[in-house]
């Protein structure tokens, strides 16, 4: 069983991440922490030093290793659904979850994290919210059209998302098999 958590930056892929997994009795795995090992260095000096196509690269290797892991759930990054190649085995590993959320919500949690400047460079080189409009604009459909289920984020608190998740699973996803 794998559990992927998709939806953009802030949106509380990794908060959610480790709380379904207590429920589920499995690991979280968070995407972004693995590329940061393998590449010994933080996201922010990938981009700035390899560029942002290596950081995609190392991502899809990232995900398809994570993938052939059973019983994990991995808090994946906020690009991950860019590459077909990714929605394609995230799909096929099992339930896909879309953590949809407002514009609004989204610039704020960014702007409130503080681990933003070191996982997050910016994308476009424009301000949080023209930027959090304008790719999320561009994204919608692929995180709605990759999710199998879909959750709003926005008034919830992650453990309440986890739980809405958990009790949205295919049966056999909760008792640890496919
Ligand atoms: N449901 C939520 N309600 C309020 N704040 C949240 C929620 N989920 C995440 N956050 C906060 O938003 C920021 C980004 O969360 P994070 O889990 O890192 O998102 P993602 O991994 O999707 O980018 C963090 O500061 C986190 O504490
Ligand atoms: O949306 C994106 O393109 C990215 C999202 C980030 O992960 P989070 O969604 O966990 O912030 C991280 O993978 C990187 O900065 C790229
Ligand atoms: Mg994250």
Same mark, same amino acid.
Request: aromatic share 4%; net charge negative.
């Given at each position: 069983?794998? #559990?992927?958590?998709?939806?953009? %930056?802030?949106?509380?892929?990794?908060?959610v991440?480790?709380?379904l997994?207590?429920?589920? /009795?499995?690991?979280? !795995?968070?995407?972004?922490d693995?590329? $940061?090992? &393998?590449? /010994?260095?933080?996201? &922010?000096?990938? =981009?700035?030093?390899?560029g942002?196509?290596? =950081? %995609?690269?190392l991502? *899809?290797?990232?995900?398809?290793?994570?993938?052939?892991?059973?019983?994990?759930?991995?808090?994946?990054?906020?690009?991950? +659904?860019?590459?077909? #190649?990714?929605?394609?085995?995230i799909?096929?590993?099992?339930? !896909?979850?879309?953590? &949809?959320?407002? #514009?609004?919500?989204?610039?704020?949690? +960014?702007? /409130?994290? /503080?681990?933003?400047?070191? %996982?997050r460079?910016?994308? *476009?080189?424009?301000?949080? $919210?023209?930027?959090?409009?304008?790719?999320?604009?561009?994204?919608l459909?692929?995180?709605?059209?990759?999710?199998?289920i +879909? !959750?709003d984020?926005?008034?919830?608190?992650?453990?309440?998302?986890?739980?809405? +998740? =958990?009790?949205r699973?295919?049966?056999?996803?909760?008792?640890?098999? &496919?």
């Amino acid at each position: 069983m794998v #559990v992927t958590l998709i939806g953009y %930056r802030g949106c509380g892929k990794s908060s959610v991440g480790p709380l379904l997994a207590r429920q589920l /009795g499995c690991d979280c !795995v968070d995407s972004d922490d693995q590329i $940061e090992a &393998r590449a /010994g260095k933080s996201i &922010r000096e990938i =981009f700035a030093t390899d560029g942002v196509d290596e =950081f %995609r690269r190392l991502e *899809t290797e990232v995900l398809t290793d994570l993938i052939a892991q059973d019983n994990i759930v991995i808090a994946a990054g906020g690009g991950a +659904i860019l590459a077909e #190649v990714n929605r394609q085995r995230i799909q096929a590993a099992g339930p !896909v979850v879309w953590l &949809r959320a407002t #514009v609004e919500t989204l610039a704020a949690r +960014i702007c /409130g994290d /503080g681990t933003t400047a070191d %996982r997050r460079p910016s994308l *476009t080189g424009k301000s949080v $919210e023209v930027e959090v409009a304008e790719v999320l604009k561009a994204r919608l459909p692929l995180y709605e059209s990759t999710s199998s289920i +879909i !959750v709003d984020s926005d008034m919830a608190t992650p453990q309440e998302l986890a739980d809405e +998740i =958990f009790s949205r699973l295919p049966s056999d996803a909760a008792e640890g098999k &496919r």
